[in-house]
Structures are given as structure tokens and as C-alpha cells.
């Protein structure tokens, strides 16, 4: 979230900076109460401040595909498009999988951003992936399924190096994977994305709202994934994400509670 955007809204980053701690019994004692400076945000949602208050689109300075400029090959809306996500507002570079090349320099793609640091807010300065993290992934999937990323930090040129890997597993009876999975509310479907859903739909049963609405909630009709608001997240979002996590990632565990086989 930027510096100035913290500035037009007065309290907003002493309420945020609480809930950025991630301590459910802080968060709880947060009064929303009419008069109280959190009142005027209660109502507001993490995907409104972070869609409105992160990086604007000029901050994509460049996207270079091979030779040519992306939005010479793939005019928008192909270029990119915005993903509100649990890490920010991200640049979902190549959504629909337009721009194609063979390994190495003669399908390389050179991205420029503008970090601007006097817009970085004492919340995010404290940051270890202080910049921008970058995850490469299919078009068809989502960067918010996907755990981890490299972090790049301003005033930096990173080059990576990337080989396509593709591994097919058998259905019953020989294997173990489903073929009737195939799309969910991550887009297609995989073990990462069944485990994002998983989580929202914890999330939903207990809260009725979770952190961030999912890209696809039309593959699961029926159910209302909308985001939370910071009232709803401080006095039950923050505690059921926060128990869901510390549950799924105990190793001593057999059980999850997420149906998730590995695709085929």
C-alpha cells in the first residue's frame, strides 16, 4: 500500500499496520464501534485498499518479448491484467497465453518496473521481499496458488533461466490421480489451487466471507466468495485463516480436511 494513499485516508495504516500483525487476540480488541477511528474502515475490504492503494499500471514500465514489445504483439486487454491477491496487488503478466517462445534468448521476455521508494510505506519497508516477487507460471493457473517466488529488490537486472517439465500420472487403478478434476476456482485445476479453495472454503463455512474472492467463483456455483471486510476479517477472518494454516501445515498430521488428489 503506498505512502500517499495511507495519507488521504487518516487512521487507515495504524488499522492496517494492527491487522498486518497477524495476532488474532490484537486484532479482536480492535474497536469498530461508532466514533472510533477504525468505524470509518469497517465496512471496507482488503481487496478495495489493496486494489486502489497499490502500484498504478505506469509502474509496468516495459515488457519486451524476444525482439518486440509485448503490447506491439499482444495489445491489451492480452498485455496484462491485475490480480488482488493474499501477497498484493500483482501484474499478471500474459494472461491468456498469447506470447509463445522456445527456450533460452530466442524466446526470452525482459520486464522493467518503476519501484518507487518514496511511496513505500513504513509497512512495507519492513518487508523482507522489500521490490517486487516474481512467480512464473502456467497462464492457466494463478500466482496466489503458488507458495513461493524469487524476490527481486529494486535497482537490480535479474536473469532467469526456465526448462519446461512435463509429468503425466496415471488415473485407477494403476494411479491415484483424478481426471474428472479439471477447473476450479482457481482456474485449472491442480494440487495448489484445490488447496487454495480448500482453505475459502473453510473460511466461508466459519466467517461467511474470505480474504480474497477467487479469480473463478463461477466453477463453484452457488457459493458467495466475497472478501471479507476489516471487521469481519479482525473479529473472525484473521483467527479461522490463521488456525486453517497452522492445521494444514502440521506434518504430524495424516488428515488435511482438503480433498485435493494430484492431477493427472
Known sequence: ITK????????????????DQWDPDAAESITFDEGSVASKYKDWTYEKIVSEGGPANWTFLQCEHFIDLCQDKIPQPDFFERETTLSGNCFRINPNGVLKGKGGDYGKMQLMFFADLN?????????????YTVVFHDHESYSSTIPSGFWMSPGSIYKVDLSLTQEYR?????GTCDPTRVNNTYGRYEENSCIAQCRDDALMERCGCVHTAPPHPQNEPGKDYRSCTLEE???CGLRAY???VIDYSNVNRIETGCDCPATC
Open 233 to 235: 476479517w479482525a473479529t
Open 242 to 244: 490463521k488456525e486453517w
Open 4 to 19: 500517499s494513499y495511507f495519507a488521504d485516508n487518516d487512521g487507515l495504516e495504524e488499522l492496517w499496520t494492527e491487522l
Open 170 to 174: 496415471e488415473p485407477p487403478p494403476a
Open 119 to 131: 511511496e513505500y510505506s513504513n509497512i512495507t519497508r519492513r518487508e523482507p521481499q522489500y521490490g
